[in-house]
């Protein structure tokens, strides 16, 4: 065989080897994400009808979003804008372990209902790409957060908006304030990659709460 003809067939292989690793990123993850749902629902949804405090060192009940670990079940998000049936469960963490089960909740910002700025993060390609319409969403419409204790609308005022990486202050407790600003409303932000199968910017849409209370 010729170089020529070794040449080809190590760029054909090599073509078919990018081929099979782009199929799995963008549906092979996205069989696993579905999994991972379905475990993070039967979970939620026993913990939420049976509640069951766990105790710290001190014998004190650790109850509470707080106190999630890392990966684990901390919401139930909709979003009608982007289907009648649109769910998902929210997992504390950001990390991609994290976002590998699903759209996550940036750990240091407010819990659904509190003062401040609930942001989520979510793969907007592969994973099951939970935020790959997120610029379908438009002013006015709602966003859905249910937790153990209660379940909060938030009206989307803001969005969807074009970014930096290195603009994190758009989690921050005021959004384009200073870091140190306290909060008056309680708001939501919603986060992913920009453009949809690339991360060189982010995408995002923020609302502030309109309806909903601890039961």
């Known amino acids: ?12 292989t090599a073509g078919i080897l990018v081929l099979l690793y782009v199929a799995y990123v963008l549906w092979g993850t996205g069989i696993q994400t579905a999994r991972a749902q379905d475990e993070l629902r039967e979970e939620i949804e ?37 289907g009648d049936d649109w769910e998902r469960i929210v997992v504390q963490g950001v990390q991609l372990p994290d976002l590998a089960r699903g759209p996550g909740h940036y750990e240091n910002t407010a819990n659904p209902g509190e003062l401040g700025n609930l ?12 935020f790959a319409h997120l610029d379908d969403i438009e002013v006015g419409d709602t966003v859905e957060v249910e937790t153990a204790t209660g379940t909060w609308t938030y009206t989307i005022d803001e969005g969807p908006r074009i970014i930096d990486p ?8 005021v959004p384009g304030e200073n870091a140190g600003a306290e909060p008056t409303d309680s708001r939501i932000t919603l986060t992913t990659c920009h453009p949809r199968y690339g991360s060189s910017q982010r995408m995002y849409v923020s609302g502030v709460l309109t309806d909903g209370e601890d039961s």
């Open 119 to 130: 942001a989520i993060a979510g793969h907007r390609a592969g994973h099951g790409a939970p």
């Open 1 to 12: 065989m010729t170089a020529v003809g070794v040449t080809g067939e190590l760029l054909l």
């Open 46 to 82: 026993s913990q939420w009808a049976d509640p069951q405090p766990d105790v710290s060192a001190d014998g004190l009940p650790t109850v509470g979003p707080d106190q999630i670990e890392l990966g684990n079940g901390y919401a139930i998000l909709r979003i009608p804008r982007l």
């Open 166 to 173: 290195t603009d994190t202050w758009v989690v921050d407790p």
